[in-house]
């Protein structure tokens, strides 16, 4: 399964566990209509589903942003600029036009979207986790 859950990816910040969690939840439902079924036959659903996924991950990214401005992290910076090419990816993603010959372009879509969310929780959010919880537990 493309988009599993792993206990790794556990920030100890409710908030935004609960979010990154959704976010797989949304990315599987996509990929269950992908592998499961003849995928090009959902193509609309899955499309969907990806505006669905681009939509929320909006909603995160600022979440975080806002977050890592108020505890002035030293990441939000980067932090930025990883959230605008993801965001444009997703958006470019959406915007292909798929043909039933290419319903691996699909399963490479969905691929590429779950490697990146995990990436960047293992490794971008996992940078600025400790100032953000050092905020929390001064206000």
Do not use: C
Not at 75 to 98: D, M, N, P, R
């Amino acid at each position: 399964m493309a988009f599993e859950w792993k206990s790794e990816y556990s920030l100890d910040i409710p908030e935004i566990d609960a979010q990154h969690k959704k976010l797989f939840e949304i990315g599987n439902r996509a990929y269950e209509l992908a592998t499961f079924n003849d995928g090009y036959d959902h193509y609309d659903e899955i499309m969907s589903i990806l505006n669905e996924l681009l939509e929320y991950t909006k909603y995160h990214f600022s979440y975080e942003e806002e977050l890592m401005e108020k505890y002035n992290s030293n990441e939000l910076g980067t932090q930025i600029i990883e959230h605008k090419f993801y965001v444009k990816k997703i958006q470019s993603f959406s915007e292909e036009k798929i043909d039933e010959d290419q319903q691996k372009a699909i399963l490479d879509i969905l691929d590429f979207l779950s490697n990146w969310i995990s990436s960047h929780i293992l490794v971008s959010d996992k940078k600025y986790v400790p100032a953000i919880k050092e905020g929390l537990k001064n206000s």
